[in-house]
């Protein structure tokens, strides 16, 4: 079985031109080259601000870039056609697709409604600030433009828990409604509830809002013939729904679904958590690691290689692990923002692409790069991040050559390393790789004797000498300061060309 690899398909400031779906089709083959078995796709629905936002602001869920709504018929990245055909490109190729999945809350209410309600403190939600009151909040969607096609569902004030306040924009009101005074049970207690994020928080309680949103997903793939998801913010979002949720789809199609959850919280143990009270429905992105990388990132030769995998998913759970080193939350200028210092890059790529433990997710910038400016303090800054060397080619040498059985040499605080001996599936495969954050070093490690008296070299070109292998299936390793190097068999060399 070929290993998985996921590849994130955009990043937060793609340009607002429509011509993502688009550029995504024309890069099909491309990414079936690299090994890619299945591309995540950003929000394809409505977003409040129309072109100019990532989709996470979602309006409406029926609207793919269809119907003249928010100032716009297309969405930031193009329309429905053009994404229907994206699917179909990438599917041609064997690829699979995994949407972006935004049920926690909407924005861009068509009109305002009176309601009663209560305001609570941002930083304890169970915390009531004042008295219930009556006030004017943005929560009723009827979706003028779209005319009831596909769904004739109005939301109002009775799907939603909470809103923020009209006149008071940094007000949290909790609703007051027949499902309850308070917010739904979440996994853990950050914030005291964590249920409100933004917008108009989706009330899972309402019997009508769970149906609802049965039909769209029945709808969506349907329609667009997706084979996964990745769900958004499910930390803000009762995990009975998604128990439910799942199931339904999963039932309704008779088929397994890929699915992988975003819960962002650096503790492994709320993901444990949260995976319990799934059932290990989802996968989950490891957080943790990221966290790890980041952090080795900044502290450079400080930071204990050998400790870069405590307290992650991928070393608890790599069975329900999605590894990853930045994505579009990451980013700079971002609420989370958390960016991998460019020097670690690669090393974090190749502990996450050519080890056995995890499904690693390739993000966009990191590939194709990035650019992009925002204001800050009157202050215009521009932003460049060019991709991750040796990138491209320790994708192929995932897709070709790390398998089989691996050996681990975490026993030194700056230089660690491991080997993939290869198996009879990949009679070819095997490779080597050595990373450190400190200064250039050597390492004597096994990669099994179905290599002996072979010769290896190191790909990223960090070094020049050619390695034979021992009858015994040892060899001594090199790497450069602060640096990775991935050592395969001179003859496969071809393959990463």
Same mark, same amino acid.
């Given at each position: 079985?070929?290993?998985?690899?996921?590849?994130?398909?955009?990043?937060?400031?793609?340009?607002?031109?429509?011509?993502?779906?688009?550029? @995504?089709?024309?890069?099909?083959?491309?990414?079936?080259?690299?090994?890619?078995?299945?591309?995540?796709?950003?929000?394809? #629905?409505?977003?409040?601000?129309?072109?100019?936002?990532?989709?996470?602001?979602?309006?409406?869920?029926?609207?793919?870039?269809?119907?003249?709504?928010?100032?716009?018929?297309?969405?930031?990245?193009?329309?429905?056609?053009?994404?229907?055909? @994206?699917?179909?490109?990438?599917?041609?190729?064997?690829?699979?697709?995994?949407?972006?999945?935004?049920?926690?809350?909407?924005?861009?209410?068509?009109?305002?409604?009176?309601?009663?309600?209560?305001?609570?403190?941002?930083?304890?939600?169970?915390?009531?600030?004042?008295?219930?009151?009556?006030?004017?909040?943005?929560?009723?969607?009827?979706?003028?433009?779209?005319?009831?096609?596909?769904?004739?569902?109005?939301?109002?004030?009775?799907?939603?828990?909470?809103?923020?306040?009209?006149?008071?924009?940094?007000?949290?009101?909790?609703?007051?409604?027949?499902?309850?005074?308070?917010?739904?049970?979440?996994?853990?207690?950050?914030?005291?509830?964590?249920? #409100?994020?933004?917008?108009?928080?989706?009330?899972?309680?309402?019997?009508?809002?769970?149906?609802?949103?049965?039909?769209?997903?029945?709808?969506?793939?349907?329609?667009?013939?997706?084979?996964?998801?990745?769900?958004?913010?499910?930390?803000?979002?009762?995990?009975?729904?998604?128990?439910?949720?799942?199931?339904?789809?999963?039932?309704?199609?008779?088929?397994?679904?890929?699915?992988?959850?975003?819960?962002?919280?650096?503790?492994?143990?709320?993901?444990?958590?949260?995976?319990?009270?799934?059932?290990?429905?989802?996968?989950?992105?490891?957080?943790?690691?990221?966290?790890?990388?980041?952090?080795?990132?900044?502290?450079?030769?400080?930071?204990?290689?050998?400790?870069?995998?405590?307290?992650?998913?991928?070393?608890?759970?790599?069975?329900?692990?999605?590894?990853?080193?930045?994505?579009?939350?990451?980013?700079?200028?971002?609420?989370?923002?958390?960016?991998?210092?460019?020097?670690?890059?690669?090393?974090?790529?190749?502990?996450?692409?050519?080890?056995?433990?995890?499904?690693? @997710?390739?993000? #966009?910038?990191?590939?194709?790069?990035?650019?992009?400016?925002?204001?800050?303090?009157?202050?215009?800054?521009?932003?460049?991040?060019?991709?991750?060397?040796?990138?491209?080619?320790?994708?192929?040498?995932?897709?070709?050559?790390?398998?089989?059985?691996?050996?681990?040499?975490?026993?030194?605080?700056?230089?660690?390393?491991?080997?993939?001996?290869?198996?009879?599936?990949?009679?070819?495969?095997? @490779?080597?790789?050595?990373?450190?954050?400190?200064?250039?070093?050597?390492?004597?490690?096994?990669?099994?004797?179905?290599?002996?008296?072979?010769?290896?070299?190191?790909?990223?070109?960090?070094?020049?000498?050619?390695?034979?292998?021992?009858?015994?299936?040892?060899?001594?390793?090199?790497?450069?300061?602060?640096?990775?190097?991935?050592?395969?068999?001179?003859?496969?060399?071809?393959?990463?060309?």
């Amino acid at each position: 079985m070929n290993n998985q690899t996921l590849f994130q398909f955009f990043h937060w400031y793609y340009p607002s031109d429509g011509s993502l779906w688009n550029h @995504c089709a024309e890069q099909a083959e491309h990414l079936k080259w690299l090994g890619i078995t299945r591309v995540w796709l950003p929000p394809a #629905y409505k977003s409040a601000n129309g072109q100019y936002e990532p989709g996470y602001a979602v309006y409406d869920l029926f609207d793919l870039g269809e119907f003249d709504q928010k100032g716009t018929i297309p969405t930031k990245y193009g329309t429905k056609d053009e994404y229907l055909k @994206c699917i179909d490109a990438l599917h041609s190729k064997g690829i699979g697709v995994a949407a972006d999945i935004v049920l926690n809350h909407k924005l861009g209410a068509d009109e305002k409604e009176t309601v009663t309600v209560i305001a609570v403190d941002d930083e304890d939600r169970h915390h009531h600030r004042g008295e219930k009151h009556e006030a004017e909040v943005y929560t009723k969607f009827t979706f003028p433009g779209r005319k009831g096609k596909y769904s004739e569902y109005v939301w109002d004030w009775h799907s939603f828990t909470g809103a923020g306040g009209t006149h008071q924009p940094h007000t949290i009101y909790s609703i007051i409604s027949e499902y309850g005074e308070d917010w739904e049970e979440m996994v853990d207690d950050e914030k005291g509830n964590f249920d #409100y994020l933004m917008g108009s928080d989706i009330e899972f309680r309402n019997p009508h809002v769970r149906d609802e949103l049965r039909w769209w997903g029945q709808w969506y793939l349907e329609l667009t013939k997706i084979d996964g998801l990745r769900l958004d913010a499910v930390k803000h979002i009762t995990p009975s729904f998604f128990v439910e949720w799942l199931d339904f789809l999963r039932n309704h199609f008779q088929k397994d679904i890929f699915c992988v959850a975003e819960y962002w919280h650096r503790d492994v143990n709320i993901l444990l958590k949260y995976l319990s009270a799934l059932g290990d429905r989802t996968q989950l992105f490891d957080v943790p690691l990221h966290f790890n990388f980041y952090l080795a990132s900044l502290r450079g030769n400080e930071y204990d290689l050998r400790t870069i995998f405590d307290n992650t998913l991928v070393q608890v759970r790599p069975d329900m692990s999605v590894t990853f080193v930045d994505n579009h939350d990451t980013q700079p200028l971002q609420s989370l923002e958390s960016t991998v210092d460019y020097w670690f890059k690669p090393l974090a790529y190749a502990l996450i692409l050519l080890r056995e433990q995890g499904i690693p @997710c390739v993000f #966009y910038a990191g590939y194709y790069g990035a650019k992009y400016n925002d204001i800050i303090q009157e202050q215009e800054v521009n932003v460049d991040m060019v991709p991750v060397q040796h990138l491209s080619k320790m994708l192929v040498v995932r897709k070709n050559l790390a398998y089989g059985m691996q050996r681990d040499y975490f026993d030194h605080p700056n230089t660690i390393g491991w080997t993939r001996e290869g198996n009879d599936d990949m009679p070819e495969s095997g @490779c080597a790789v050595l990373i450190t954050n400190g200064t250039a070093g050597e390492k004597s490690m096994e990669i099994g004797n179905r290599h002996a008296n072979k010769t290896f070299i190191d790909i990223t070109g960090g070094r020049e000498e050619k390695v034979i292998i021992d009858e015994n299936g040892f060899a001594t390793f090199f790497v450069n300061d602060a640096s990775v190097s991935v050592w395969i068999e001179e003859s496969k060399a071809t393959v990463i060309n």
